[in-house]
């Protein structure tokens, strides 16, 4: 994902998203046993298998396999934790910049309210003074 989508995400979306990672990153698992369930039948069909090098052959697919699984697995695994981690530090800065937008308007709101005060007390001194 984009980093503009990103920063436009509200703290719900990116939850959600992350959520969706870690869905994924079940499935991922899911799909790793049953790629372990393959090769536990895979060794056993090489332990049937009628010469050495029958056994070989598929001894190298086997691994190439497994490789190629355990490969996929720890991308899909890598991906998800960096898009965490960016969706992290986005909703981090996203959170830091509210912080301060609202500090500054309640900076903003008590001058305001300094302001009138003043104007209140010179309002009453004077209609004191008129009073008199």
Known sequence: ???KE???MNRTELIEIIYALQQNERS???ENEKLH???DDKFLRMENAGS???AAMSLNHVFEDAEAAARQYLDSLWNIDEEAAEILAD???QADEMLIAAQTEADRAAERIRQMELEYDELRDKTVQ???
Do not use: F, G
Request: glycine fraction near 0%; charged fraction near 45%; charge should be positive.
């Open 37 to 39: 369930c393959q090769l």
């Open 52 to 54: 050495i090098a029958e």
């Open 28 to 30: 991922l698992r899911e």
């Open 91 to 93: 909703a981090q800065r």
């Open 130 to 132: 008129d009073v008199k």
């Open 6 to 8: 990103l920063r436009k």
């Open 1 to 3: 994902m984009a980093d």
